[in-house]
């Protein structure tokens, strides 16, 4: 048994380092490709376009030399959850522009108790205090070190309240599609992101256009600009493979709360690299948000402990029963056998 845990536990990890490596990573080369300080390149909406065009290329070439094998998922399904993934992306880039940084972090900090909810009353799904206790810290941290100045305007409310609900619908249909076609992550995002890359690449810069007021034919695409796509392009594919990977292995709720991992991250790199300013108050969240995430993991890990005592004695009592059944057929079927042999 311990020798099956360790293999699980080890891949477990690896699927996390992947998703905060790689988000991390994109976030930084985003920064330098779309800052003013950087190449100005203010196209959100169809650069992630871009980023599922290489996740669907990649897709198909593992299709094609049979790294990935092809099960059956409704062309509806798929269309339904590229669509509410899409309105995510375009929620958030909506958001960010019409709100203050302090609402749409606030608004982002909203998805874990929107989660909770959610998975409770599509999947009847209850969580332990200890469980809720941790949630409420990492919020609470993750919101001392995040916001800032709070303002909210009547289409800025609309489009963050769209973003949150299609982006915790759409983490939480990542597992459920997993559990329901019993296909693989990469398996499952190889089917989806072609028709995100073809909805995105279409109306990202429409949805640019509006943001920003500039067209994407007018911008002058350099060597750095090309580089700093590619690479932003090459690190979703692991940022957009692990996020599937971690949702189906864990859930949605556990890939909020330990993905502010992230946010501590990217805050720290901030200060390393970009030399932004780590104030007092900065510290004390990330430290809230640190504790509040290994008080989650405590309170998850005793969750499964007390599930897999409760476990056993059911299963148990229910082989019992079920074998008293069958040794009942089992003696009608050898009577029932011998009386034809007679016969016959």
Known sequence: MESEKKPAAVSDVGAWAMNVISSVGIIMANKQLMSSSGFAFSFATTLTGFHF???????????????????????????????????????????LMLNSVGFYQISKLSMIPVVCVMEWILHSKHYSKEVKMSVV??????????VTDVKVNGKGFLCACVAVLSTSLQQ??????????????????????PIQACSLLVLGPIVDYYLSGKLILDYKFTTGVIFFILLSCSLAVFCNVSQYLCIGRFSAVSFQVLGHMKTVAVLTLGWLLFDSE????????????????IIYSWAVDVEKQANSKVAPL??????????????????????????LSQSG
């Open 137 to 146: 810290v990492v919020v609470i941290g993750v919101g001392v070190c995040t």
């Open 53 to 95: 065009a290489v996740t669907a290329l990649v897709g198909m070439v593992a299709s094609a030399t049979g790294l990935l094998a092809s099960k059956h998922v409704p062309l509806w399904e798929l269309l339904w959850f590229s669509v509410v993934a899409n309105m995510s992306i375009t929620g958030m880039n909506l958001s």
């Open 172 to 193: 939480i249909s990542i597992g459920s599609l997993q559990k329901k076609y019993s296909i693989r992550s990469f398996e499952l995002l190889s089917k989806t992101a």
């Open 314 to 339: 059911s299963k148990s009592s229910l082989t019992e029963e079920e074998i008293r059944l069958l040794k009942e057929e089992i003696g009608k079927t050898t009577v029932k056998d011998v009386e």
């Open 278 to 293: 780590l104030t007092f108050k900065n510290i004390m969240g990330m430290l809230i948000a640190i504790a509040g995430m």
